[in-house]
């Protein structure tokens, strides 16, 4: 999928953002936050994105992987 620079705009919302980025949203709560678990169970085979008051009660399901964290003042490359 390629989008013009005056297209851009209408890019679906999961490719719009803007740098830096200083929080996003618990896929679970809906809660704002600058830290976010990237984790996956039985219940949710896809990744999903856990703030930490979320992440401690998922982590306790069955077949729980973490993949990583989601920092949002991360520094530039």
């Not at 896929?27 to 996956?40: L, M, T, V």
Request: aromatic content about 14%; some cysteine.
């Amino acid at each position: 999928m390629t989008f013009s620079s005056a297209g851009w705009a209408d890019a679906p919302c999961s490719l719009r953002f803007d740098w830096p980025m200083t929080s996003m949203r618990c896929d679970y709560c809906g809660q704002d936050g600058s830290i976010h678990y990237r984790i996956r169970t039985a219940a949710s085979v896809n990744w999903r994105f856990a703030c930490p008051e979320c992440w401690k009660v998922q982590s306790q399901q069955p077949q729980y992987q973490y993949g990583g964290t989601r920092k949002a003042n991360r520094r530039q490359r």
